[in-house]
């Protein structure tokens, strides 16, 4: 018999949990960037879902989550419960100028702090990566907030989506599609305190 382990399965209960806090954070991002302008679609396979799919092979196949129909940024999201910049070892399905958005959430299930990173910057300093494995025996890089360029919003920030907003726009990650107005986004209670 197989082990979980040794296939890299999470129990049912472990990866529900994952889900659910993943979906959650590509909520959060969808709102920072309709904010800053970005008129955003999901782009993937049980994206934004919170559903455990029986059949995995498509979830395989790996592309960004979050893409701007105007301006064609793309967007991954990986949302963490540790505060730490970290991705699967396996990087090359993405493209180079894939922003990755990673929002940190605390115990009672807030995000607390958001850090986003441009994945050619990551790849670039991969030998500044740390290499760990989960518990699952799963590889992943682990990056020094220090060692990389990354925008990180804090406190305040995060828990007012459109501050957020605004700041993307300051440090160039707003839409730069011409004559888009930005949409109206409402917030959702509970997410980062909006």
């Not at 296939?7 to 529900?16: A, E, I, M």
């Not at 029986?54 to 940024?73: A, M, Q, T, W």
């Not at 505060?83 to 807030?110: C, E, H, Q, V, W």
């Not at 990566?129 to 989960?134: D, L, S, T």
């Amino acid at each position: 018999m197989i082990s979980q382990k040794s296939l890299y399965l999470k129990p049912d209960d472990s990866f529900k949990e994952t889900l659910d806090i993943g979906a959650k954070g590509e909520y959060y991002a969808k709102l920072m960037l309709d904010r800053a302008g970005h008129l955003v679609r999901y782009n993937g396979y049980g994206t934004s879902k919170t559903e455990i799919f029986d059949k995995s092979k498509n979830k395989r196949y790996r592309s960004p989550d979050i893409v701007c129909e105007l301006c064609g940024k793309k967007f991954e999201v990986r949302s963490k419960t540790k505060d730490m910049i970290a991705m699967s070892s396996d990087l090359d399905p993405y493209p180079d100028d894939t922003y990755i958005i990673f929002p940190i959430f605390n115990k009672r299930g807030i995000i607390f702090r958001v850090h986003i990173a441009l994945l050619e910057t990551l790849r670039e300093n991969v030998n500044k990566a740390i290499k760990v494995q989960n518990r699952w025996g799963e590889s992943y890089f682990k990056w020094s907030k220090k060692t990389i360029s990354c925008l990180t919003l804090n406190g305040d920030v995060v828990s007012d989506v459109f501050r957020a907003g605004e700041l993307l726009r300051k440090f160039g990650l707003g839409c730069d599609a011409p004559n888009y107005a930005i949409q109206n986004t409402r917030c959702v209670e509970g997410l980062a305190r909006c």
